[in-house]
């Protein structure tokens, strides 16, 4: 297992410096740079704009630009930021810690939540329970999650129960640790329950319709004429087999979640990797861009390498091994 993940990590070098490449060439194929803002300012000089092309390498080739900061990657430098005047390093790390908590959030109430609903329809088939949930469903899946997020907002709005964006409320210093926790989860809940509700949907009509296609196997039938309980038959048996496809989709629900906050970050005003992105892009901030770029694509294969790990640890059939 450790060899295993040692080759994926290994294999995700070229991947992110890929990557990385492909937001360099498609910053530089857009007209014009960071710079051009100042050129239409009266107030800065051509001596003072030379300086900062000077400074932030942007009177050099592309070639030089790109080869220059990954070597400063290689010295874990992120390069530097044209619009904050600060080291990459320094905004990306608490937007980054903003979208991970983000995600982490919506990955747990969609899991928490889609998991039993999945069992209970199955277990109640064509039951007004198993209706209900298949309705709720349909209603989920066919409402886009920043159009679920405005109307939260409009509902906070107009209720004032939860505050209406950002991440902390004007008197946020002067709470209790605990008041400040409870404050930053107030602020947590419209985002992850509109990113969570369509992968709710999602998730709880795969768990039904595999626990549907075991709860047919001869084992379980097996199972039941021996005389085992039914709770041990569903949660022992049927659940353990039924839950390691889903399992296998851990790591692209996470990405999919992180690709599905930028727009949820920027409608809610959470400050995470998506409104820095677009900040980034506007700015032509190309460093900054690709700073986010790769931390997004960092999270996304660990993500699928912890699935690829629990699926081996729960799944005593698949073993990694050196053929």
Known sequence: ??????????????????????????MRLTPGNYLDTMRMDPQFSQETIARYEALYQLDKSLVHQYVSWVCNLLRLELGYSFHYHVPVYKIIGERLW?????????????????????????????????????????????????????????????????????????????????????????????????????????????????????????????????????????????????????????GYEFASLLSGAALIEIICSWPGLGSLLLTAVRSKDVYLVMASMMMGSILFIIGNLLADIVLAKTDPRIRYEKR
């Open 1 to 26: 297992m450790g060899r295993y993940a040692l080759k994926r990590l290994l294999l995700a070098i070229p991947m992110l410096l890929g990557i990385t490449l492909l937001t360099f060439v498609l």
């Open 98 to 250: 903003n979208t991970f908590a983000l995600s982490l959030a919506a990955l747990l109430v969609t899991w928490g939540i889609a998991i039993p609903l999945g069992i209970g329809a199955a277990l109640n088939r064509n039951r007004w329970v198993d209706r209900s949930v298949q309705f709720f469903s349909y209603i989920a899946l066919s409402l886009p999650s920043f159009f679920l997020a405005m109307i939260f907002l409009y509902w906070a709005s107009q209720t004032g129960i939860l505050p209406l964006g950002g991440m902390y409320s004007p008197n946020h210093e002067r709470l209790s640790m605990l008041g400040k926790m409870q404050d930053v989860l107030r602020h947590l809940a419209i985002p992850t329950l509109a990113l969570s509700i369509g992968s709710i949907a999602a998730l709880q009509r795969i768990m039904r319709g595999n626990m549907l296609e075991v709860l047919g196997q001869q084992y379980i039938m097996t199972a039941r004429a021996k005389g085992l309980p039914e709770n041990r038959v569903i949660y022992s048996h049927a659940l353990r087999n039924a839950i390691n496809p889903l399992i296998t989709l851990l």
